[in-house]
């Protein structure tokens, strides 16, 4: 006797609990496949007579601009759906939650197609603009949410520990709860890097797809469908499959990571993206540093970017400017050596009085710090002080680096494709990024690591135990201050020109000392993967969406309270985190329990 497979067998315990809307379990799901074909099939129609919005969305049979995302959430969609219900190909997409899936994703090609109807609105004038492809696609993607609101909840009610969920509200919010997924088979190994390897591949595709967005609107769709897709993919339990791969294979992750970002310069037909990567690069890895002081030792720094700017003025100062005083241009291994020494001294020498406080106090006295450099940098202008920084002019003209010939200034063509300037600077970063990653991963799985964090959960406590505490904070002070001076001394040359209004403590762009604050925390605090994408992300947002100009910092706080309030542990959090912001009442919690589950929500 055989039994057919549904998401409502998922949990065998519980009462399950309906959708938000009144639906026959049937008619929801048939309303749902429906619906994703018809938002599928209207991407091949015009949605407006024009060429002047952009996209040129007035082709049939041939999807463009946001109508290519539109087509991929409802081929998502649909994918999801049907693997929710045991169609042989597709299981393995759903091991955890389903309908829970489905309504994110229904939800997200809702919200493109309708953002693109209004784009098109607003940019010509009305919805008289809309061809009736357009109005088929706000129709049928409006069916298909309202089909996925009707599905059954993933979680039977009480099985999460809650109350079941009364009224309309509740329920619709219990739809986005999904299980744990069960434990994985036993793959070959070769089948695990694999995996791993195409995720790498994919991740770089989504990033040079998001990259080379020609137009906000195209980047906020894409904003919108990688937000409910990525949401999607972690109720469905692919994300902890993956992270258990991952975690199983470390070095093969790492190295993966690393020659997918190897791979994207040569993705790119025109330096002007590689110029972004660079600068994401460079913000990415002082965040990383400053993960070492804020994630792992718990000490709070507002004046951080003043290291990278300690590492990038000494570079410019022995780099060979004409406006440098020195006069002088060492080697660029010396000046790396000169930048990160700099910092360091700089970091032992602010840490070492200063760390005795805790806090808001400490706080306070590094915010100080940060402004101090700055301004000290700004009056260093031969009236208000000695003659060494050109004052708020900084120093300029900093010539491009040379190493073994190779000038990083000039095009190259390595492998039949053309790399220009930031293409070149890019791959140099990226050798930084490996040394600054490797530090911190080795840092943090030594002694030294476990104090950080044992001083970081309760320093009290790790006095008795005998941990030096002034010590080992030290220590992290001075590594974190040495990390961003070795990306200042590559930022120095990449920007030709290094001035005290670089290094402020907020500004609209990055790297500043709230954003790289911010990075860390959005990111995940304590991990390696998670400042990188935090930084990642603060950069490339305002970079391709300039046309919001001043709302740039309003959207970025209303960004940062949803995140502390739907996910506080970040985006890419450590089990501790996991289990610090979602109590259970237990000393641990076991691998696969609800916990989990709802960390991942």
């Known amino acids: 006797m055989t039994t057919t497979r549904t998401p409502a067998t998922a949990e065998a315990t519980g009462t399950l609990v309906p959708g938000a809307l009144p639906l026959p379990p049937a008619a929801a799901r048939l309303t749902v496949a429906v619906g994703a074909i018809l938002t599928f099939a209207s991407t091949f129609l015009a949605w407006t007579w024009t060429s002047e919005f952009p996209g040129d969305l007035t082709i049939n049979g041939y999807p463009g601009g946001l109508q290519l995302l539109t087509l991929t959430g409802a081929l998502l969609t649909l994918a999801f759906h049907l693997a929710g219900y045991g169609v042989r190909g597709l299981r393995w997409l759903t091991p955890a939650g389903k309908n829970s899936t489905v309504l994110l994703l229904a939800l997200g090609t809702l919200g493109i197609t309708w953002y693109t109807l209004l784009a098109i609105a607003n940019h010509l004038g009305g919805f008289i603009n809309l061809e009736p492809g357009g109005a088929i696609a706000g129709v049928a993607s409006l069916i298909t949410a309202l089909g996925a609101l009707g599905l059954a909840a993933d979680v039977p009610a009480g099985a999460d520990g809650d109350a079941p969920p009364k009224g309309v509200w509740q329920r619709f919010r219990h ?280 001083v970081r959960e309760d320093e009290t406590a790790a006095r008795a135990m005998g941990i030096n505490a002034f010590r080992v904070k030290l220590i992290a002070f001075a590594l974190g201050a040495t990390l961003a001076g070795l990306a200042g001394t590559v930022q120095a040359h990449v920007t030709f020109t290094v001035t005290p209004s670089q290094y402020k403590f907020v500004e609209f762009v990055p790297p500043n000392s709230a954003f790289l604050l911010a990075a860390v925390i959005l990111g995940g605090m304590g991990t390696v993967s998670g400042p990188l994408i935090g930084a990642a992300l603060l950069y490339l947002i305002p970079a391709k969406l300039q046309f919001i100009g001043d709302y740039q910092l309003l959207l970025f706080g209303v960004a940062l309270i949803l995140l502390m309030r739907f996910r506080p542990e970040g985006l890419v959090a450590d089990r501790r985190k996991q289990l610090e912001f979602h109590e259970t009442g237990q000393l641990d919690v076991p691998k696969g329990d609800v916990t989990l589950s709802k960390a991942e929500a």
Do not use: C
């Open 175 to 454: 739809a986005f709860k999904a299980p744990a997924a069960p434990s994985a088979k036993e793959l070959p190994g070769w089948l695990e890097i694999l995996i791993i390897a195409a995720a790498a591949g994919v991740g770089l595709f989504v990033f040079t797809y998001g990259i080379d967005t020609d137009y906000g609107e195209l980047f906020v769709g894409f904003l919108i469908l990688a937000g409910f897709g990525g949401a999607a993919v972690a109720r469905a339990g692919l994300t902890e499959r993956l992270s258990s791969l991952t975690r199983k294979h470390r070095n093969v992750t790492v190295t993966a990571a690393f020659v997918a970002a190897i791979a994207f310069p040569f993705t790119q037909s025109s330096d002007a993206n590689a110029t972004i990567g660079t600068n994401i690069l460079i913000f990415a890895t002082v965040a990383l540093g400053l993960n070492v002081v804020v994630g792992l030792a718990g000490l709070l720094d507002l004046g951080y970017v003043a290291f990278l700017g300690v590492g990038a003025y000494a570079a410019a100062l022995v780099s060979g400017s004409p406006s440098s005083p020195f006069g002088v241009q060492v080697p660029f291994w010396a000046a790396v050596i000169i930048g990160a020494g700099a910092s360091l001294l700089f970091g032992v020498v602010i840490g070492a009085p200063t760390l005795r406080l805790h806090g808001d106090y400490l706080a306070i006295v590094t915010l100080g710090f940060g402004e101090i450099f700055r301004i000290t940098m700004q009056n260093m202008d031969g009236t208000s002080g000695p003659d060494v920084t050109n004052g708020s002019n900084g120093i300029p003209n900093i010539p491009d680096l040379e190493l073994f010939g190779f000038n990083l200034g000039e095009e190259h063509t390595v492998l039949g494709f053309e790399l220009g300037r930031f293409s070149n600077y890019f791959l140099l970063m990226l050798l930084f990024t490996i040394v600054i990653v490797s530090v911190f991963r080795r840092a943090d799985q030594s002694r030294i690591g476990r104090a950080w964090v044992a």
